[in-house]
């Protein structure tokens, strides 16, 4: 059987095939179409299919990595959204939570609520902090609702009582009606997210509303389209906790696919790491558009929230950081005169000045070629050739603004681009007690490995792990993902003696419910694994800390205090012996294995030979000449010193002096410092 992976990217649209009776795998790109990410798929499924002499009939699985909801969310080009919630909570968006970024910033501002103040209809209702209805909710009031709802006209309607969480009677019933009525997507947000927390409960609520439209549509075209194609084949899309499902059963969880793109390179990076019994890694995933982070201690991590665009996301995320960084980022200078790379990108169209599709600032990309470390007639394996004059021009705008020569500033561009992702890296090591030099650093997307030396440099990093196919890493992060279904349920709880009972059903709940979603989608009962896990906190306190309850305990309550305050102690240095502990949410995560991918690699037996020598400038500001390598050629356990480059079809390696690397026969390139 036939995997395909597809990833789609702001410039490309990665393709990986792997065969699981024999393990190999081949991998293509072609040029997104952001207006219509689904053209860009079926144009490169059927090219792969094509090159390889693959039929049909033997796909059996393809996997999606979108980024159709982050696009949405980023761009405002959501649905028309109404918002009803319990009459006096109209404002509970634009109230919001009173943390800032920046706690000096005079004029800071707020993303603009989603929904706005005329689309937000209070509802006579009301249950108090128990679940029991002190307002209750009634027929008239229900028609009262729909008809006010009819004449604004909406695309999607989100639901968000107070204590829904509790008891979600109330929200179902209006959430049944108003589909009869009206059919067009509405959700509640005891489905969408049974927490407490009125207003992150109302806003994921609300994105759910808002990218809902959007994303089942897009799923239900390309699946008609795959079907038609491939009518053997299955369609399952990343969600943003690092586990598939199958687009059909998307309905009401579009709100799970809002990072979907960023998810897979992380998975995809951390298995090549995990394979070679790496701990510690730092992804970096640097494409087109944007750069990706993420620090893995053990395991990928999963948080369960995030943000979009300053848009509170209450939903499990793979803990990835994004910055404007990819090859098409765009060079500029201010009203000082001071030189800034990003986040703006040139994207796919036009692309940066020497794609030669119309684009005259100077990007990354044309820096690099600048530099050397780019070959103009082996870009995408010779099937976009680059123009080194347009690029050479867009710089030289950039240099006389500068007062700089066109190599200064090329190699400016660089340094700031690196040093942008050595801060982001920063945070979400350095932020949280971890020292990046004892991580390995694995960099891939099609520009990641070309700047990953500069990068480790600057972090005192040693060794760097550069995957097989560096370009089309994030598409094989979809390939080798698991189904998953992540569920939560808020149960607040402090008096002992109601904790075993309360917890234990919560658990009991979820976890059935997750095993039944899984069995759903396919999954063999005996392939599922289930995680649980309870956050806990001090009473008094705002925020939790999750903890994990093992298969084997005496006492529930016993066991999960002292896990708690073990934590406590370790996060915060003390434990408050004797004081109330709350049991907060209660938390299942269910996987299932269902694509053991066993990888085999054609490694040349014979080391390869330089097809060439190039200049290139190094960060002394001195030229020098690189050989250069084609990375089929390279065999196993060839050893090449810096300054060299590796090409391939998907990305460019440029190792730098006083490093080495070293090709293996699992496909991974290892870099590492001469003094190492």
């Known amino acids: 059987m036939k995997i395909i992976g597809v990833d789609v990217g702001g410039t490309f649209t990665d393709i990986i095939m792997t065969d699981t009776t024999i393990g190999q795998q081949v991998v293509h790109k072609v040029p997104s179409t952001p207006d219509s990410q689904d053209a860009a798929v079926a144009k490169g499924i059927n090219e792969i299919l094509e ?5 049909a009939n033997e796909v059996g699985l393809i996997v999606h990595g979108t980024t159709v909801a982050t696009n949405a969310m980023l761009q405002r080009k959501g649905a028309h959204v109404i918002l009803l919630t319990t009459a006096g ?13 920046d706690i000096y910033d005079l004029q800071a501002k707020r993303p603009e609520p989603l929904v706005t103040q005329g ?68 959700v509640a947000s005891s489905d969408v997210l049974p927490e407490f927390r009125e207003f992150e409960r109302t806003s994921t609520t609300v ?77 970096l995933d640097m494409g087109g558009t944007s750069c990706d982070i993420s620090a893995v201690v053990d395991r990928v991590i999963v948080r369960p929230d995030n943000e979009v665009s300053g848009l509170p996301l209450r939903t499990p995320s793979v803990d990835v950081k994004t910055i404007g960084a990819g090859g098409g980022s765009i060079a500029w200078t201010d009203s000082a005169g001071i030189l800034h790379v990003g986040p703006q990108s040139a994207g796919a169209e036009p692309g940066p000045a020497a794609y030669a599709k119309g684009g005259t600032d100077a990007t990354i990309t ?25 690029a ?20 400016g561009i660089i340094r700031i681009s690196t040093w942008n992702m050595v801060q982001a890296i920063r945070e979400v090591t350095v932020e949280r007690g971890w020292d990046p030099r004892g991580f390995i650093l694995l960099p891939f997307g099609g520009a990641g490995p070309t700047q990953a030396t500069d990068i480790a440099e600057a972090l005192g990093i040693d060794t760097i792990l550069v995957p097989p196919h560096p370009g089309i890493t994030s598409a094989y992060g979809l390939v080798c993902a698991d189904l998953r279904v992540d569920l939560m349920k ?16 919560a658990l009991r709940e979820l976890t059935n419910t997750a095993r039944a979603r899984l069995r759903e989608q396919g999954a063999d009962q005996e392939s599922i694994q289930v995680e649980r896990m309870v956050d806990m906190r001090y009473r008094g306190q705002s925020h ?125 390139l290892e870099m590492r410092r001469d003094s190492n």
């Open 51 to 55: 090159q390889n002499r693959v039929n």
């Open 490 to 505: 808020s149960i607040l709880v402090t008096r002992e003696e109601n904790v075993t009972d309360t917890l234990s059903e």
């Open 392 to 411: 050479d021009t867009a710089v030289s705008n950039l240099a006389e603004v500068l007062n700089l020569t066109p190599e200064e500033t090329a190699l």
């Open 89 to 101: 909570l109209e404002d509970i968006l634009e109230i919001g939570r009173q943390n800032r970024q």
């Open 207 to 283: 994105l759910e509303a808002y990218i809902g439209p959007l994303v089942l549509g897009y799923l239900e075209r390309l699946d008609r389209t795959l079907q038609s194609l491939y009518p053997n084949t299955r369609l399952t899309v990343m969600q943003s906790n690092g586990g598939t499902m199958l687009c059909s059963r998307a309905n009401g969880r579009a709100v799970g696919l809002a990072i979907s793109g960023l998810a897979g390179g992380v998975i995809g990076g951390w298995d090549i790491a995990s394979r070679r019994g790496v701990t510690r890694g730092i992804t």
């Open 544 to 668: 939790e800390i999750e903890v994990s309850i093992p298969e084997d305990f005496d006492s529930i309550v016993a066991t999960t205090r002292e896990l708690f305050e073990k934590a406590h102690e370790r996060f915060f240095g003390y434990r408050l012996s004797g004081q109330t502990i709350e049991w907060v949410t209660v938390r299942v995560v269910a996987r299932s294995t269902t694509n053991e991918i066993s990888t085999k690699y054609r490694i040349q037996e014979e080391f390869g030979t330089p097809v060439g020598n190039r200049r290139v400038l190094l960060e002394d500001d001195t030229w020098a000449t690189a050989s250069i390598y084609r990375r089929d050629d390279l065999g196993q356990g060839q050893t090449l010193k810096g300054p060299s480059v590796v090409e391939q079809v998907d990305s460019t390696v440029y190792i730098a002096p006083e490093w080495n690397a070293e090709q293996h026969g699992d496909g991974v």
């Open 366 to 390: 044309d820096a690099n070629l600048l530099l050397g470390r780019l070959n103009p007639d082996y870009f995408l394996g010779g099937r976009l050739p680059l123009k080194k004059e347009l």
């Open 119 to 186: 689309d937000r209809l209070g509802v006579r209702e009301r249950l108090d902090e128990n679940g029991s209805a002190i307002i209750p909710l009634l027929e008239e009031e229900i028609e009262r609702i729909i008809a006010a709802s009819a004449e604004r006209q909406p695309d999607a309607v989100a639901i968000s009582f107070v204590f829904s969480f509790r008891n979600p009677n109330h929200e179902q019933m209006l959430l049944k009606r108003i589909r009869e009525a009206t059919g067009i997507y509405a």
